[in-house]
């Protein structure tokens, strides 16, 4: 077995994030615990990848836009102990391509205050080493 030092990799940055993982949490539709698990595993396979353009900490990786379905504090049915949002996403450049429904792990519950199913939001994404998380979220207004 080679070493595989994160450190290594002359690549680009999007190297470390094979498009097949991404395509294949992206195909997977809502159904409960069973997504949460399934981008779980996608999400380790890919964080292993060097990421040398990587923001801050504090900073998200990604940023999209989307519709809140669900703000699920826990213990909700898709996680017994941290925060869970649905959203019905837009595309989000680098990371999906495609508008979904999809469920999220939050930071914290902290970001669900002032939030109600359907309206509009903003929010940041960060890849952390178990979850692809919301890091932020800004109301933007009523979604309907
Ligand atoms: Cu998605």
């Not at 949002?85 to 837009?90: C, E, L, P, T, Y």
């Not at 495609?98 to 309206?119: H, I, Q, W």
Request: hydrophobic share 40%; with cysteine.
């Amino acid at each position: 077995m080679a070493p595989n030092p994160p450190n290594v990799r002359a690549a680009p940055a999007d190297a470390g994030r094979p498009s097949s993982s991404r395509c294949y949490a992206a195909r997977v539709r809502y159904r409960g615990g069973t997504l949460l698990a399934l981008v779980g595993i996608a999400l380790a396979g890919t964080s292993a990848g060097a990421q040398p353009t990587r923001p801050p900490a504090d900073q998200p990786d990604w940023r999209g836009t989307g519709i809140v379905l669900k703000l699920l504090p826990p213990p909700s049915d898709l996680h017994a102990t941290r925060p869970v949002i649905v959203i019905r996403h837009d595309p989000i450049d680098g990371l999906m391509k495609e508008e979904m429904s999809m469920p999220f792990l939050a930071a914290s519950t902290a970001l669900f205050k002032g939030l109600r199913t359907g309206d509009r939001i903003a929010f940041g994404l960060k890849e952390t080493a178990d979850a692809l998380l919301v890091i932020s979220i800004e109301r933007l207004g009523p979604g309907r």
